[in-house]
């Protein structure tokens, strides 16, 4: 079983990007077990001052999902043409301890839906590069930017249109496979 976690930058109850990560949970593929993480709201700003050896709770709640997952899903909107900053400071956190971070070496694949024609693509080319600079293994190939959300999903959910079912499971058997060569090797 391949346990993937997934992180969703918008913070709606009713945001695109968090169904369409219930789309992806609801469609995974056969052994692939998706979760989402809902506890990057309670996060504080990433601050070294209060990053010692007493980190916050939240955020050794968060690194400790991070070390448990196989791998790590991006669900992120594009907020004023970048990723919002709930999504940067997870990753911020993620990225710590310098040298022994729960995302160092981990498959990550970004994936999201925006308004606008483009689907979110800014933020997802910035997501990817923060999370590659902060140590995951940052899957290139996967690109799943679902533009017109508001149109596109207004009187139906994520998970019921089949290409984004086609989409979502596209990007989880990606990780899962990234994650048995990283195993493998």
Do not use: C
Not at 24 to 44: K, M, Q, R, W, Y
Not at 83 to 96: C, H, Q, T, Y
Not at 121 to 126: E, K
Not at 127 to 152: F, H, N, T, W, Y
């Amino acid at each position: 079983m391949t346990n993937v976690l997934a992180l969703v930058g918008s913070l709606r109850a009713e945001s695109i990007n968090r169904k369409l990560a219930e789309a992806a949970a609801h469609h995974a593929p056969e052994g692939i077990e998706l979760s989402t993480f809902d506890g990057i709201v309670d996060l504080p700003f990433y601050n070294e001052d209060i990053d010692g050896d007493t980190p916050p709770a939240s955020a050794v709640a968060f690194r400790d999902a991070v070390a448990a997952a196989d791998a790590v899903l991006l669900v992120t909107p594009e907020y004023n043409g970048t990723i919002p900053a709930v999504l940067k400071n997870a990753l911020d956190w993620g990225s710590r301890p310098f040298g022994a971070s729960p995302l160092s070496g981990k498959p990550l694949a970004v994936i999201g839906s925006a308004f606008g024609q483009f689907g979110g693509v800014w933020a997802h080319d910035d997501a990817r590069k923060v999370a590659g600079i902060a140590g995951a293994k940052v899957l290139e190939d996967v690109k799943v930017a679902i533009p017109q959300s508001v149109v596109r999903f207004a009187e139906t959910h994520p998970r019921e249109d089949a290409e984004v079912t086609t989409l979502v499971q596209g990007a989880l058997t990606a990780l899962a496979e990234a994650t048995e060569e990283q195993a493998a090797a």
